[in-house]
């Protein structure tokens, strides 16, 4: 059973930054592919970026330039560094862990919300 823990979430103005992370426990961390999804009121859950356990990364294009995805395997951690963010980026975040491609793994974190103002 894998356990994922997010953080980092909260309010900020456009333009300003965040760092989610996700702690995972419970499961073998580091040859897993990782990702952040988010879902927006009224909206799909859409993949936002996902890393290999090479340390590969792909990004939506909406997010390209802005979002960074990297991981800490001895941390069993994977980030989300967003930069110049927008009122568009507001949703709620989740880790997801193992998904292959545009597929999700079958394990979710709780999700944390973030909020960008204008």
């Known amino acids: 059973q894998v356990q994922l823990v997010e953080s980092g979430g909260g309010l900020v103005q456009a333009g300003g930054s965040l760092r989610l992370s996700c702690v995972a426990s419970?499961?073998?961390?580091?040859?897993?592919?990782m990702g952040w999804y988010r879902q927006a009121p009224g909206k799909q859950r859409e993949l936002v970026a996902a890393i290999t356990s090479g340390g590969s990364a792909n990004y939506v294009d909406s997010v390209k330039g802005r979002f960074i995805i990297s991981r800490d395997n001895a941390k069993k951690t994977v980030y989300l560094q967003m930069n110049s963010l927008k009122p568009e980026d507001t949703a709620v975040y989740y880790c997801?862990?193992?998904?292959?491609?545009?597929?999700?793994?079958?394990?979710w974190g709780q999700g944390t919300q973030v909020t960008v103002s204008s």
């Open positions: 997801n862990y193992g998904g292959r491609g545009s597929k999700p793994g079958d394990y």
């Open positions: 419970g499961s073998i961390f580091s040859i897993v592919p």
